[in-house]
Nanobody, 118 residues
Framework: VQLQASGGGLVQAGGSLRLSCAAS????????MGWYRQAPGQQRELVAG???????NYADSVKGRFTISRDGAKNTMYLQMNSLKIEDTAVYYC?????????????WGQGTQVTVSS
């Protein structure tokens, strides 16, 4: 499984970006997918997740600003980020998880840098 993240960049505070994560196989074969981020010196944290049943969850810090979605026809997951804050600056990683009997398999994209300036 390969995940290709894109869409990061430099944006001013208050601006918007949309991240994309293209998967090498049908995304509905995954139990869930999500976006994580890691800022310098900090642990990787879950930003937003979406399950196969389209249940979504968000970190408190991004609720109301970020929206996770996916397009099965394109095998792509998205993260729409609005009202960006300086503290959103981080490398963003996409994740896909497959749950089988007795095993959990996590797949990661390569990361895309998001930098929010004042």
């Amino acid at each position: 499984v390969q995940l290709q993240a894109s869409g990061g960049g430099l944006v001013q505070a208050g601006g918007s970006l949309r991240l994309s994560c293209a998967a090498s196989e049908r995304i509905f074969r995954f139990s869930s997918m999500g976006w994580y981020r890691q800022a310098p010196g900090q642990q990787r944290e879950l930003v937003a997740g979406i399950t196969n049943g389209d249940y979504t969850n968000y970190a408190d810090s991004v609720k109301g600003r970020f929206t996770i979605s996916r397009d099965g026809a394109k095998n792509t997951m998205y993260l729409q980020m609005n009202s960006l804050k300086i503290e959103d600056t981080a490398v963003y990683y996409c994740n896909a998880r497959r749950v089988a009997v007795g095993a959990i398999m996590d797949y990661w994209g390569q990361g895309t840098q998001v930098t929010v300036s004042s």
